[in-house]
């Protein structure tokens, strides 16, 4: 089933110029990378898909269920103040808020038992009482992780969640990935610069350069030219 | 010891000083709680602004023989709406405009309350602020609005965390996040406007910032730092208010220099445990 269909949208970028005519789709259980330079359009996409951004023209429809406001949605880890004085627990539960319908002035049980279980998921239960600012990249970004799925049972959306991490906790953000998208079931759609990784994981790939450039599964885009293109330059 | 306490008793006994005590303690809790906010969302200008805002409104108020709160909150709340857009299209710039603002108004006031009144004591009571200026009306008003504010507050608590945590998250899940800025302005203006006559248009913004600074020097959970910093607001409020009531120094003043002398505990004591102090 499709849970996300882009048909023809164009979004503008913030210093005027726009990414275009992008036409993809994404269904339950995929796992899809976009890849492509910077200013690219890959952040502008997103915006696009989290609803931050009015679409210039073209459609993005969700489906299956899914609404807009049910993307669990990682930012980028530098968009996020290192000094907050918030305990992980805190940030964590904050994601529950969309999954209620309505406003709540105090969490519900419910809430605390999505938190705590995507806490045990991730390995974090341990650190809920812990500062957030105290902890290493990668375990803020595991709890960063769990907000996004506390936010979504069906889609997560990542803004470059590797950036910035060493190549073993990277490779541990990878298998987490692996690990929900093949066991729990999500769907995700990654912006990535790590193209290598990219087609080691990802079902599908998006190849943005303004517009798009490639859009099909992993095996096609390594054995076409755009894919190969991009490969082979990644590896001189 | 005891004669301490006599003295302390016999002032809060006084009518002017009861008034002044409760305006003043609802307004260290509204100030130390918006404050958390204010100063994690990078905002703490918006604060001083406001009461330099706020003091030309008052001068206004003044000239035209109007009720002071009635017209200034208002002008305040305004004001208030229009720094917040300014900051978030563009940080240099809301900077700027804050700083232009400020000055601004505090020229008109200053003008407006010269030609008026004449440049007297009322100025310095409004630069400084003044625990008698205020009526029993004044104080009705302080209490109903600094309710609204406290209960406000805590029904969107964990709203107000997850906007001030991550803007952009909340805004991707459907949390009105524009709406919740508009709030916290709405209810620092309030504040603002509320305590500035007690405290003084020059120190109001103190209230807000100091309290929750000192608790993040020690706090490392946005529950604690929010409870700590309340906590730290009335205890500084009161100490203060006794301390100038008893060597007759300035009521706001006073407060800030207890404040003062909080955060320098605070920062000693985070930095000897090597905690979240930086």
Known sequence: MSLIKVTDLSLAYDTGRAVTELNFEVN??????????????????????????KPQGGTIEFSDGLKQTEIGYLPQHSSIQKDFPAS????????????????????????????????????????????????????????LLARA????????????????LDPLVTQDMY????????????????????IQSAVQEASHILHLHNTMLFFGSTAHYVSCSVGRRYLGGEQQ | MIEFINETLRIFSLAFMQRALIVGCLVSLCASLLGVNMVLKRYSMIGDGLSHVGFGALAVATALRLSP???SIPV???????????????????????????????AIGSVILALSTGMNTDVCNYLFGSIVSMTDADVYLSVALSVIVLLLYVLFYNRIFAVTFDETFAKATGVKANL?????????????????????ALMISSLIIFPSLSAMRICKRFGSVVIVSAVLSLGSFLVGMIVSSIAATPTGASVVIVNLIAFLVFWAIGKIKGGNAR
């Open chain 2, 69 to 71: 709160l009635w017209v």
């Open chain 1, 88 to 143: 992980v627990w805190e940030v964590v539960i904050s994601g529950t808020q969309n999954a209620d319908i309505g406003y709540r002035p105090w969490y519900t049980q419910s809430q605390k038992a999505t938190a705590q279980s995507w806490m045990e998921v991730l390995g974090i239960e341990d650190m809920a009482k812990k500062g957030y600012g105290e902890l290493s990249g990668g375990q803020q970004q595991r709890v």
């Open chain 2, 180 to 200: 919740y800025n508009m709030l916290l302005a709405v209810l620092t203006a309030v504040t603002v406007v509320l305590g500035m006559r007690m405290m003084g």
């Open chain 1, 175 to 194: 298998a987490i990935l692996r690990t929900l998208n093949h066991e729990k079931g999500l769907s995700i759609v990654m912006i990535s610069h790590d």
């Open chain 1, 28 to 53: 339950d259980g995929d796992y899809l990378c976009i890849v492509g330079e910077n200013g690219s359009g890959k952040s502008t996409l997103i915006k696009g898909l989290l609803g931050l951004k």
């Open chain 1, 149 to 164: 799925l506390c936010a979504t049972k069906r889609l997560l959306l990542l803004d470059e969640p590797v950036a910035g």
């Open chain 2, 76 to 106: 305040v709340v305004v004001v208030a709406f229009f720094l917040l857009r300014l900051s978030e299209n563009s940080k240099i710039k809301g900077d700027a405009a804050i700083a232009l603002i400020s000055a601004s108004s505090l």
